[in-house]
């Protein structure tokens, strides 16, 4: 396979990128390396994935925006990608609120082009993220792929809710395959610095109060890397069965209280946080709850990494990488 990655340098692109190359397989990576969050985090990243390459797979790095679309004309014109995993995207529930236009950019007009490329380019299989924000104010737990999601509470899932259909349409008219994955909350080592576990663990070392919004009465779906990782590797390779167009979940099927979250941070950390209870966030949901069995009959694997052994797998890291 050679394999186009885009949001290379983030979070999941990363890992998925190590996964792939430590497999021997050929990696395109993109990513426009904005600074949404600390920049030197997604060029250590990058720097890392090319140290690989010797020993590995082949690893190749290009600064690109998904935007730009003569950009990846080019590209992949001179690459000719087999498969094509769509990581690329403005995150975060929160920044939608103030920054829109982010969100309509990257993850409409962005994924737009993606799905052209992928077209033109005849890849065999697009994989691309979604969310499980799509299910929006749905109560019905837990949540399955058949279940509403015609009621996004904030811009970014309405843009990951648009990708899904947009993705549909192209599978339609155009024979191509693809599989979006609706992911539920990630977590893990070389995190993303304004996701909640990263906060909580910065705030406890440094003696700082976490923010726990709606007084830390949520349920989510905490959903490990590694198991994210084996998830998207079966599912690319997997031969096609059935229709061309699939949504999966990809969760962890056992929902936490915020607080015994934050409490298994403590145990790890061995230090007892500080807390100020916030209202609910315009845009948050309440609770999350994966239903992972049309995952599992797919490729026989659902994710079940204990909150226990994940978080201790980020302080290790978050320890070893900031030096504290």
Same mark, same amino acid.
């Given at each position: 396979m050679k394999i186009l990655i885009t949001g290379v340098a983030g979070f999941i692109g990363f890992h998925v990128a190590k996964k792939f190359v430590e497999d021997g397989e050929e990696v395109i990576g993109i990513d426009n390396m904005n600074n949404y969050y600390d920049v030197r985090l997604k060029a250590k990243r990058v720097k890392i994935?090319?140290?690989?390459t010797e020993a590995s797979g082949s690893f190749t790095f290009m600064?690109?925006?998904?935007?730009?679309?003569?950009?990846?004309?080019?590209?992949?014109?001179?690459?000719?990608?087999?498969?094509i995993i769509n990581l690329a995207a403005q995150a975060g529930v929160r920044y939608?609120?103030?920054?829109?236009?982010?969100?309509?950019?990257?993850?409409?007009?962005?994924?737009?082009?993606?799905?052209?490329?992928?077209?033109k380019f005849?890849?065999?299989?697009l994989v691309y993220a979604s969310s499980s924000s799509v299910y929006g104010s749905n109560e019905s737990m837990p949540l399955s792929e058949s279940d509403r999601t015609d009621c996004p509470l904030s811009l970014y899932a309405a843009t990951k809710k648009s990708n899904e259909l947009m993705a549909h349409s192209y599978s339609e008219l155009y024979g191509l395959e693809t599989v979006g994955l609706r992911f539920f909350t990630v977590y893990g080592p070389w995190g993303r610095?304004?996701? #909640?576990?990263?906060?909580?663990?910065?705030?406890?070392i440094n003696g700082k109060k976490? /923010?726990? @919004? $709606?007084? =830390? *009465?949520?349920?989510?779906?905490?959903?490990?890397?590694?198991?994210?990782?084996? #998830?998207?590797?079966?599912?690319?390779?997997?031969?096609?069965?059935?229709?061309?167009? /699939?949504? @999966? $979940?990809? =969760? *962890?099927?056992?929902?936490?209280?915020?607080?015994?979250?934050?409490?298994?941070?403590?145990?790890?950390?061995?230090?007892?946080?500080?807390y100020e209870?916030?209202?609910?966030?315009?845009?948050?949901?309440? *609770?999350?709850?994966?239903?992972?069995?049309?995952?599992?009959?797919?490729?026989?694997?659902?994710?079940?990494?204990?909150?226990?052994?994940?978080?201790i797998g980020f302080v290790e890291w978050y320890r070893e990488y900031y030096g504290n």
């Open positions: 994935l090319e140290d690989m600064r690109l925006d998904i935007t730009n679309m003569g950009m990846l004309e080019d590209l992949c014109s001179r690459a000719a990608p087999t498969h939608s609120l103030t920054n829109p236009s982010a969100y309509i950019e990257s993850n409409l007009v962005g994924f737009a082009n993606i799905l052209e490329i992928a077209r005849q890849v065999q299989k610095p304004d996701m #909640a576990l990263f906060l909580f663990t910065e705030a406890m976490l /923010k726990l @919004f $709606n007084g =830390g *009465n949520m349920l989510r779906d905490f959903t490990y890397i590694d198991d994210i990782i084996i #998830a998207i590797d079966r599912l690319v390779r997997k031969e096609n069965t059935g229709e061309k167009s /699939k949504i @999966f $979940n990809v =969760g *962890n099927g056992s929902p936490v209280q915020l607080m015994e979250y934050v409490h298994a941070i403590e145990r790890a950390l061995g230090l007892k946080g500080k209870m916030l209202e609910m966030q315009p845009g948050d949901v309440r *609770n999350t709850h994966c239903d992972s069995q049309k995952l599992w009959e797919y490729i026989g694997f659902k994710p079940s990494t204990t909150i226990e052994r994940g978080i």
